[in-house]
């Protein structure tokens, strides 16, 4: 079954940088591209970051961009988000998702299966 | 960007009662939503996909509809475990944007 777990979270102070991981099992994990989504404590959800699956194309919601890059090793089932110059507004609980994408306009994998979450708590 | 609204933001229903919830779009995003439910203090669960597919597992009280800008999600019998918050996204265009949710509570 798709499993995808996330670690690295913690508490952080302003300024720092922390390295997301999520590491994906139950299917083929080079084949998928992949999401990072995070949510405020008590907020909803906010979209972040997503990776190609060959790693060739990225794109990050603007309040992150210089300052989050998202990565993959397909040889390790492992996607990565290096979270640098933390803010408060950092703050959230960083989940993974799978994106199939749209292969021949059929979207049915889209963002379908999440990780648990890991929390980033940034703050002095 | 494309923007998500959903009404209502919340509502209290009885055990039995048909729900519904409307997610707007702020231009046209064809089918391409889906519908996620969560529950307190964990990940969202896909419910529904291309705006009225259901995803595997989900039970069948689980609907969706619409197309273009507008779209519901219907739970045609709510039962006591559905009492969670529900979100859409749009995955037409990047950024990606979801919906602000709405929490649905058992009377």
């Known amino acids: 079954q798709v499993q995808l777990v996330e670690s690295g979270g913690g508490v952080v102070q302003p300024g720092r940088s922390l390295r997301l991981s999520c590491a994906a099992s139950?299917?083929?994990?080079?084949?998928?591209?992949m999401q990072w989504v995070r949510q405020a404590p008590g907020k909803g959800l906010e979209w972040v970051s997503v990776?190609?699956?060959?790693?060739?194309?990225?794109y990050n919601t603007d309040s992150v961009k210089g300052r989050f890059t998202i990565s993959r090793d397909n040889s390790k089932n492992t996607l990565y988000l290096q979270l640098n110059s933390l803010r408060a507004e950092d703050t959230a609980v960083y989940y993974c998702?799978?994106?199939?994408?749209?292969?021949?306009?059929?979207?049915?994998?889209?963002?379908?299966?999440w990780g648990q979450g890991t929390l980033v708590t940034v703050s002095s | 960007d494309i923007q998500m609204t959903q009404s209502p933001s919340s509502l209290s229903a009885s055990v039995g009662d048909r729900v519904t919830i409307t997610c707007r779009a702020s231009q046209g995003i064809r089918n391409d939503l889906v519908w996620y439910q969560q529950k307190p203090g964990k990940a969202p669960k896909r419910l529904i996909y291309?705006?009225?597919s259901l995803h595997s597992g989900v039970p069948s009280r689980f609907s969706g509809s619409g197309s273009g800008t507008e779209f519901t999600l219907t739970i045609s019998s709510l039962q006591p475990e559905d009492s969670a918050t529900y979100y859409c996204l749009q995955h037409n265009s990047y950024p990606l944007t979801f919906g602000p949710g709405t929490k649905v509570n058992i009377k």
């Open positions: 291309t705006a009225s």
């Open positions: 998702a799978r994106d199939g994408g749209c292969p021949g306009d059929r979207c049915y994998e889209r963002l379908d299966y």
């Open positions: 139950g299917f083929t994990f080079r084949s998928y591209g």
């Open positions: 990776i190609w699956q060959d790693g060739s194309v990225e």
